[in-house]
């Protein structure tokens, strides 16, 4: 069963910095590439964040570029989100989604992301 | 860039009911990266198509894709209970707002 869990949401303070995780399991990892996509509370979805599945090529929405960065450890069958420079704006549930951008298969359960002072 | 933009905002309809959901994007575009995802309260979005057309595994075939071009259809041919949730319109990098069925 293929199977995402986000884990590294919390409460961080405007300017501050916070690393998401998605642990994958019960597919091959290394071979499918990821992205980040979050939703603000009772609103619509943004596509954020794009990582193949060798990690060599990465894409990010105008909105954090610059300030978040993708990565993955195939040995770990993980994908990470480096949130740094946190505006009130990234305040979201962030969720990864196992495909290409434009078609997420699966999805995790998110983990919310609160930035205020 | 690429807008996408979906109507109506809310779908008012009866279970058994045929529901007919519009996805418009602002240029061409490749129905490659078309996808129709479901959202029920308190969970994470679920791919219902892909490809404009294809229905993802494990989705009842009540639910059917359509269009290309600008313009793209989900249809759910008679609601069940579970059906009223948020249905969102992607197409590569973009989303639609989203569109609510609820019930009438």
């Known amino acids: 069963e293929v199977q995402l869990a986000e884990s590294g949401g919390g409460l961080v303070q405007p300017g501050g910095s916070l690393r998401l995780s998605c642990e994958a399991s019960?597919?091959?990892?290394?071979?499918?590439?990821m992205n980040w996509v979050r939703q603000v509370p009772g609103k619509g979805l943004e596509w954020i964040s794009y990582?193949?599945?060798?990690?060599?090529?990465?894409y990010y929405a105008d909105s954090v570029k610059g300030r978040f960065t993708i990565s993955r450890d195939n040995a770990k069958n993980s994908v990470h989100l480096q949130m740094n420079t946190l505006r009130d704006e990234d305040t979201a549930v962030y969720y990864c989604?196992?495909?290409?951008?434009?078609?997420?298969?699966?999805w995790g359960q998110g983990t919310l992301v609160a930035v205020s002072s | 860039e690429i807008l996408v933009t979906q109507s109506p905002g809310t779908l008012s309809s009866s279970p058994g009911e045929r529901a007919t959901l519009s996805c418009r994007a602002s240029q061409d575009v490749s129905s490659t990266y078309v996808a129709w995802y479901q959202q029920r309260p308190g969970q994470a979005p679920r791919l219902l198509i892909y490809s404009a057309s294809s229905r993802a595994p494990g989705i009842p075939d009540r639910f059917s894709g359509s269009g290309s071009g600008t313009d793209f259809n989900l249809t759910i041919s008679r609601l069940e209970p579970e059906d009223f949730a948020v249905y969102y319109c992607q197409h590569s990098r973009a989303f639609g707002q989203g569109t609510k069925v609820d019930i009438k």
């Open positions: 989604t196992r495909g290409i951008v434009g078609r997420g298969d699966y």
């Open positions: 019960g597919f091959t990892f290394s071979v499918y590439s």
């Open positions: 990582i193949s599945s060798s990690g060599a090529t990465t």
